[in-house]
């Protein structure tokens, strides 16, 4: 089992609101992502961060932003959520230094309902 | 066109039998391959990473044609419990991030 928590798995909340959501590793890996999956649908990265105080956007464009401060936290926030920001948040890592084999870990999600 | 393409299905297959996927990728930079096993509204997992010559995990054989591009799963002997969505997912050098197919569907029936 992969160590990797995100909180909350499910979150409802109004139109307007500022969330944040958690995402936290204990593997040391240095790079960590943020994937956006419709049901039914492809994942699509929307951030990734290749260390500390290094972060980029992904190849789906989002009006959601993140940080990294420390290496094994990386959380996601929405300054006001919108109903068009209903889908499944997921976070993962993977290490840098293992060469070739760049498997990703993937934490188990948050449900994000915008009403 | 995208970077990798799986047929979404679904494959229907009665409990123990043979089933293969394929998955083709464009990006012929693409050095490292996956295949992820995503249950309904979970993550994905790993299921296996996918090697030049080829891998066998039990029932599940990964393989890679670099000069066809594209990478297949065969699963034997299904079980009911292998009913779920595969990930095709590919590595491009210089990529920052893996690529992720859209997913084949496997409903695998008593």
């Known amino acids: 089992e992969a160590d990797i928590y995100q909180t909350p798995r499910y979150l409802v909340i109004g139109t307007g609101k500022k969330i944040t959501l958690e995402c936290s590793q204990t593997?040391?890996?240095?790079?960590m992502y943020w994937y956006q999956q419709d049901p039914g649908m492809e994942l699509h990265l929307i951030h990734y961060?290749?260390?500390?105080?290094?972060?980029e956007k992904g190849d789906l464009s989002s009006e959601s932003t993140v940080s990294r401060i420390r290496t094994e936290h990386f959380p996601l926030t929405l300054e006001s959520a919108r109903p068009s920001h209903t889908s499944q948040y997921l976070c993962?890592?993977?290490?840098?230094?293992?060469?070739?084999?760049?498997?990703?870990?993937f934490g188990p999600g948050t449900r994000l309902t915008v009403l | 066109r995208k970077e990798v393409e799986q047929d979404p299905g679904p494959f229907n297959v009665p409990e123990g039998a043979t089933v293969a996927f394929n998955c083709t990728y464009s990006n012929s930079a693409s050095q490292s391959f996956f295949w992820y096993r995503q249950d309904c509204r979970k993550e994905p997992k790993l299921l296996m990473s996918v090697y030049s010559s080829g891998n066998e995990d039990g029932r599940f054989t990964a393989q890679l044609n670099r000069a066809s591009q594209y990478i297949s799963l065969l699963i034997r002997d299904s079980k009911l419990s292998d009913s779920a969505t595969y990930l095709c997912?590919?590595?491009?050098?210089?990529?920052?991030?893996?690529?992720f197919g859209s997913g084949t569907r496997l409903q695998v029936q008593p």
């Open positions: 997912v590919g590595h491009a050098t210089g990529r920052r991030a893996l690529t």
């Open positions: 993962a890592s993977s290490d840098l230094r293992q060469g070739a084999q760049y498997e990703q870990f």
């Open positions: 961060s290749y260390g500390v105080n290094s972060t």
């Open positions: 593997m040391g890996h240095d790079k």
